[in-house]
C-alpha cells in the first residue's frame, strides 16, 4: 500500500504487503522487502529486509521481525 505524496524512484521494488506512509520517498534502485512499514515522512535510501519498521531521515530500522501482520518477540 502506497500512502498519499509517495516519492518513489526508477528501478525500486516494493515487496507484497508493504506500507510505505504518507510523505514516504524511495531513492533509485531500492529494494523494499514484504510486510514492512515505512513511517511518514521517511526517506529510504537503502535497501530495506523483509519485516521491518522504518523511520527517519534517513530511515533506519526501528523494528523487526514482522510476519504476516503480527509482531513477534524478539
Known amino acids: 500500500v502506497v500512502g498519499p505524496g509517495v ?10 504487503n508493504t506500507y510505505l506512509a504518507i510523505g514516504t520517498s524511495v ?19 537503502h535497501d530495506v529486509d523483509c519485516g521491518k519498521i522504518v523511520a527517519g531521515i534517513p530511515a533506519k530500522v526501528i523494528k523487526d521481525n514482522i510476519e504476516h501482520g503480527v509482531f513477534k518477540k524478539n
Open 7 to 16: 516519492i518513489i524512484g526508477g528501478e525500486t521494488t516494493i515487496g507484497e
Open 27 to 45: 531513492k533509485n534502485a531500492i529494494n523494499v522487502g514484504s510486510w514492512c512499514i515505512a513511517a511518514m515522512n521517511s526517506a529510504i535510501i
